[in-house]
């Protein structure tokens, strides 16, 4: 399970050049530093210029693919010097075990969690909550988490080169043991602390992969304004069953 972040420089790769973007003035009671990507803008504090620039580097290959599959989206990163900054930034009570999180509007790195990571589960996490950006975070509730998470994932480990294998092996145990999911993963399974986090993503992760397979990438994301009936002609049942033959097949 990887989660994001994201960046925006221009061709020299200035840092601290230009004032701050409007939105993200007063962000810090200290100086913060900005690079500028080819697309993307990445906002630092105390953090190294040469993180920042790689941070800026990703998110626009990041931008890339998101665009390719989603469209147009304007990265803008921050990047916090602690954890419990980046809390702050988010608004939220708990951020345990995440690299990064996504508003409406930008993506803020945890900075613990996003240095465990390696290169390609960087560009994975980042490529992920760009995606959420771009879809509009999680959309008030109106879209299945499992939609909202495993379509963030479908898009960060498309161009990741990792085998499905690997990207689902708590997953893929399970389901060499014997045991599938009944249902597709609600949004309690999402939740920090659940029991089978790691597999909810998975599953949500695959369920998005085989409907990408099946209908085209262009159906899944319709499946943001529609329902499963109107973009698919499958119920939710036969979805649910048509996924579960798949996990089997790919993970069996």
């Known amino acids: 399970m990887l989660t994001g972040m994201l960046a925006l420089m221009s ?11 409007q939105e993200t003035r007063g962000l ?9 990507g080819e697309h993307s803008v ?4 105390r953090v190294p210029l040469a993180d920042l620039r790689d941070l800026a580097s990703r998110a626009d290959r990041a931008r890339r693919t998101v665009g390719r599959i989603w469209g147009p989206v304007r990265p803008v990163i921050l990047f916090p010097a602690t954890d419990a900054e980046a809390a702050a930034l988010a608004g939220a009570g708990s951020t345990g075990g995440l690299a990064a999180m996504a508003t409406a509007d930008r993506v803020i790195v945890l900075p613990s969690g996003y240095a465990r990571l390696s290169a390609i ?3 994975v996490v980042i490529t992920h909550e760009l995606a959420h950006v771009a879809t509009g975070a ?10 909202s998470e495993g379509f963030a994932d479908y898009v960060g480990y498309r161009d990741a080169g990792i085998g499905v294998r690997e990207a ?12 599938l999911p009944a249902r597709l993963p609600g949004a309690a399974d999402f ?10 993503y998975e599953e949500a992760w695959l369920a998005c992969r085989y409907i990408a ?17 109107s973009a698919l002609g499958l119920s939710t049942a036969q979805l649910t069953a048509a996924w579960r033959d798949h996990l089997r097949r790919e993970l069996g």
């Open 11 to 21: 061709a020299g790769l200035t840092a601290g050049a230009g004032p701050l973007p």
């Open 191 to 200: 939740a920090p602390g659940a029991p089978r986090l790691a597999q909810a």
């Open 121 to 123: 589960g960087r560009d």
């Open 168 to 179: 689902a092996a708590e997953l893929a145990a399970e389901v060499r043991a014997g045991t």
């Open 28 to 36: 810090w009671p200290g100086a913060a530093t900005v690079v500028r």
């Open 213 to 229: 397979e099946r209908f085209g990438e262009k159906a899944l994301v319709r499946l943001y304004g529609s329902d499963v009936g």
């Open 42 to 45: 990445v906002i630092g504090h």
């Open 138 to 147: 999680t959309r008030g509730g109106r879209v299945p988490m499992w939609l």
